[in-house]
């Protein structure tokens, strides 16, 4: 299962921010997406996932979180699917000790357990950031779609976050701002400046001279 | 002031005001009581006069009052509900626009003579418009917070429990404060329903005022003031169950229904006459374009009249009115007499001010139009004294007042002023075709004359017009509100309006 754009313009909202951008992600590809804000970053992923909607994984910038339920619910929301509608009430009104049992793991693993049932409103940004990770490490798709999932995580935490997310998908297209995150935890990196793909390399051949371009790429003041 | 303004927002309020003198030249200003003055005394003597000790007198109806809005708020909730759900059809879209067009009142007047005076005429007067408007409010709210993004819903997932986790959890809150104060505006109209005959609060209120005895009228207002201002204590999350199952034990008197008064209703009484007698087109032709001619057009011009007065007097109310209220203006002491005073005139309904500013002045739309404004100004002063306190000025601000509020406070809060003014316009229109019920030459005045002439095929005709030109100043309010780029959708602070 792979990922290919041909010769294709993307647009958001009525404005082409990508042009002409070819790309063919291969399955088990580790590949970290560069660039600044604006660079057309969620563009580029959300038609990625449109490509194959159905085995992704996608975490968009905003999250997608419901602030007034809890993390528990939030990350059970990804299974809906899978269970009957009357189940799925049930655990909406009372979480089942399954499904906690289920859950609690998760977030143990991502330093959250004792959070499980406090309401996304009242979380910060990390938190909420990982809340997101949970909810799409439950839904056991092979693909991950991440837009810029870790950018408000403390150096330890990332290490730990971007671990298990290496472990539990096979395939993983990441969008980031830290050249230096992405040379360490991904296979792959491809930067993004003014509408085209200005970089496209795996991490083992990048030159001290394709780090400076990275830097570049990503550095808002420019 | 105006160069404050942006000049769409100038454009507007120059058309308001234009046709608001043109409204004046047509309207009917005389006092025709003989001394307003020794009336206002009276009413104000009985403050002195107050006996406490006859408050059990009004048991019955205290109790009548809260059954009958509890259980049609219940009821609107859920038929609210399911509205909201299915409002994406035209049709439905149109049926609640014309039914909550339509007063409370005038369904009460309507039903009185199907079921008679009885608890389900007074829970179908409530219910018809509250769920409607439920109903549509709902809808807004369900589609301002349908935030979870697209992509993360499963298309396998079943839409109820995709709705029940992605959707109602965020819209929650709103849609039970949304309700709540919708059960206050419950309250206040099952209390007016007592004018018509229905025993709630009402009809002891109006019994009162007219044989004078301002002493009761001012214990029944304190009592409804303290019902409504203690909502908070009593309907709680706890109690609320408790509260329903009790009203709905309460309410006993559905006595007089009459499922052959119902067919008649629907089969006979509401087909013109001249139909009905099979007379020919002709004389279908003259009996509607009687109506027309002698009641359409002349209650139509009236409603209108009043309306566009009472909306430019709100107006100023509201802006002389908010200063009252705001940190930005008056002392701490000042401004909570301020508070206290657009709490009552926001508390009482515009029927009670208007009946008793009739009783004062007379029948003519001075007493209308000044007890529109006062009410109407006071809630919208009351939100925007709100909004000039959240405003952050600068440190070298100027301190000298005027200075204040022209340049500083309200070209700031300008937009939501006419913005909060123009949903109320259709309030207030509503409320101008009612107050006819009054002696105003309003719409309502013509129905209530049909009614009493028991003309229900007249009755129908005036009902469905009443309605379209509600719904017509409600599109236009739209209309208006687009031009001047505000926000049209329920924001929090649109729940008090």
């Not at chain 2, 119902?262 to 087909?271: C, G, H, K, M, S």
Request: proline fraction near 3%.
């Amino acid at each position: 299962m792979s990922l290919i754009l041909n010769n294709e313009t993307l647009s958001y909202k009525d404005k082409t921010v990508l042009k002409d951008i070819s790309l063919s992600i291969q399955k088990g590809e580790k590949v970290a997406l560069l660039g600044k804000s604006g660079s057309g970053k969620s563009t580029l992923l959300k038609r990625l996932y449109e490509l194959n909607a159905s085995q992704i994984s996608y975490i968009p910038q905003e999250l997608g979180l419901v602030n007034t339920l809890s993390v528990f619910h939030n990350i059970y929301i990804s299974q809906l699917d899978k269970y009957s509608t009357f189940y799925n009430i049930r655990n909406l009104i009372k979480p089942s000790p399954n499904q906690i049992d289920i859950i609690s793991p998760l977030l143990d693993e991502l330093y959250m357990s004792d959070l499980i049932f406090t309401k996304c409103g009242e979380l910060s940004g990390g938190q909420k950031q990982r809340t997101a990770i949970a909810r799409a490490i439950l839904q056991n798709k092979k693909i991950l779609l991440a837009d810029e999932p870790i950018s408000a995580l403390d150096e330890f935490v990332t290490k730990k976050v971007l671990n298990s997310i290496d472990n539990t998908f096979d395939t993983i297209v990441c969008a980031l701002h830290n050249v230096d995150v992405a040379l360490e935890y991904y296979d792959r990196v491809i930067g993004i400046k003014d509408g085209q793909i200005v970089l496209d390399k795996a991490c083992d051949q990048i030159t001290p001279e394709d780090t400076q371009k990275l830097y570049h790429v990503c550095d808002d003041q420019f | 002031m105006y160069a404050m303004t942006s000049s769409k927002n100038l454009n507007v309020t120059l058309i308001f005001l234009f046709v608001f003198f043109i409204s004046i030249l047509n309207a009917d200003f005389s006092i025709s009581t003989l001394d307003p003055i020794a009336e206002i005394k009276n009413f104000f003597g009985g403050i002195l006069e107050i006996d406490i000790s006859k408050t059990p007198t009004y048991f019955d109806a205290i109790l009548n009052t809260i059954a009958i809005a509890i259980v049609a708020i219940f009821i609107s909730s859920i038929l609210g509900f399911f509205f909201a759900l299915y409002f994406k059809y035209a049709l439905l879209r149109v049926s609640l626009a014309f039914t909550r067009a339509i007063h409370e009142l005038f369904w009460a007047l309507l039903f009185l003579q199907i079921f008679g005076l009885n608890t389900l005429t007074a829970l179908l007067a409530i219910i018809l418009p509250y769920s409607a408007t439920l109903g549509k409010v709902y809808a807004e709210i369900l589609e301002e917070h349908d935030v979870f993004p697209k992509e993360l819903e499963s298309k396998k997932a079943s839409r109820i429990s995709l709705f029940l986790f992605t959707k109602l959890p965020d819209a929650m809150p709103h849609l039970i404060s949304y309700t709540l104060y919708r059960f206050e505006c419950a309250l206040k109209s099952t209390a007016i329903l007592g004018f018509v005959g229905l025993t709630t609060l009402g009809y002891y209120l109006q019994g009162s005022f007219m044989q004078g005895f301002y002493g009761e009228v001012w214990l029944i207002l304190i009592i409804f003031y303290l019902i409504i201002a203690t909502i908070k204590f009593w309907f709680t999350k706890i109690s609320a169950p408790f509260l329903l199952l009790a009203s709905f034990l309460y309410l006993d008197d559905f006595s007089g229904f009459n499922m052959d008064n119902l067919i008649r209703f629907i089969t006979i009484d509401v087909v013109p006459s001249p139909i009905r007698n099979e007379l020919g087109t002709l004389k279908i032709y003259q009996w509607f374009e009687n109506i027309v001619m002698n009641e359409l057009l002349p209650g139509i011009f009236n409603t209108l009249v009043l309306t566009q007065i009472a909306l430019i007097v709100t107006a100023v109310i509201t802006l002389l009115s908010f200063p009252l209220v705001s940190k930005k203006f008056v002392s701490p002491s000042l401004r909570f007499g301020g508070n206290i005073l657009l709490v009552i005139l926001r508390s009482t309904p515009e029927y009670i001010l208007a009946y008793l500013f009739l009783q004062i002045f007379g029948p003519s739309m001075f007493p209308a139009v000044v007890a529109l404004a006062l009410h109407n100004g006071a809630i919208i002063g009351h939100i925007m004294g709100h909004q000039s306190n959240e405003l952050v000025l600068r440190a070298d601000v100027t301190k000298r007042r005027m200075e204040l509020y022209g340049f500083e406070v309200l070209p700031r809060i300008y937009g939501s002023f006419l913005a909060f003014l123009f949903y109320r316009w259709e309030v207030i229109m509503r409320e101008s075709a009612i107050l006819g019920i009054l002696g105003i030459h309003t719409l309502g005045f013509f129905i209530d004359s049909a009614i009493a002439d028991i003309r229900l095929d007249k009755v129908v005709i005036l009902l469905l017009f009443t309605a379209l030109l509600n719904i017509l100043v409600d599109f236009i309010s739209q209309k208006v509100r687009n031009y001047l780029r505000l926000s049209t959708t329920v924001k929090s602070e649109c729940c008090s309006l």
